[in-house]
């Protein structure tokens, strides 16, 4: 179920808003995104389906697009806003169709890709398994993610604090959880998982918002049958 925009901390942020809209005019590539699409890259054929969950405003497909990776690419987002930016800005900047770009929760998630990506989303679950399982149910044959991993889970349920002036009480999940029990789920999901260490940050800590944060990927590949 889509949470309730006036509940969602990404509904209310305008440095967010400005940010997610010159990535979409493609005037900055994100770090992360960079990262992920470097780590698909020997993988990627022709035609292949990606699907961005928690795409934001859609950006990623930049990053696709820059390397000369002809991939059909779908984002997914449960913020209307930045959806909405997404939508006004990428048809005219890069050519993707409006249509590619939908509102939507990942735990609602059914249609197939041969490749899913989701950077910087899952630490703002309640908790890692639904998604994960929708994302890897989702993935034909390859998942990538970026998230908040170290040795153990630790759940934070608090503040922001930098969003638009009245929002500030609002509070989200703020998430580390444990590599070791991702990688076994998604081992028990029949994927093979390849830990990768964070280019930007180099595996140190960061802090977001005043929140510790472990950034590491994964590239999980499925087995065959």
Request: contains cysteine; hydrophobic residues 40%; negative net charge.
């Amino acid at each position: 179920m889509i949470p309730n925009p006036e509940y969602n901390i990404w509904e209310h942020s305008a440095t967010v808003r400005a940010l997610y809209a010159a990535r979409a005019r493609g005037e900055q590539e994100m770090d992360a995104s960079r990262q992920a699409v470097d780590i698909l890259t020997p993988f990627i054929r022709p035609g292949m389906t990606v699907l961005d969950a928690g795409c934001g405003s859609g950006y990623l497909y930049w990053s696709f697009a820059r390397r000369g990776l002809a991939v059909e690419y779908h984002g997914l987002d449960y913020s209307p806003t930045l959806i909405g930016i997404g939508r006004d800005i990428l048809p005219q900047a890069a050519g993707l169709p409006m249509e590619r770009l939908r509102i939507g929760a990942i735990e609602n998630l059914s249609d197939p890709h041969d490749v899913v990506v989701c950077l910087n989303t899952l630490s703002w679950c309640p908790d890692f398994r639904l998604t994960l399982d929708r994302l890897a149910s989702a993935a034909r044959q390859y998942l990538v993610i970026r998230d908040n991993l170290g040795p153990e889970t630790v759940v934070r349920w608090e503040e922001d604090g930098y969003l638009d002036d009245g929002y500030n009480h609002l509070k989200a999940y703020w998430n580390q959880y444990s590599e070791r029990d991702m990688t076994a789920f998604l081992d028990d999901m029949g994927f093979d998982v390849d830990p990768i260490v964070d280019q930007r940050t180099g595996g140190a800590v960061e802090m977001v918002v005043g929140k510790p944060y472990f950034w590491k990927f994964l590239l999980a590949r499925r087995r065959s049958s």
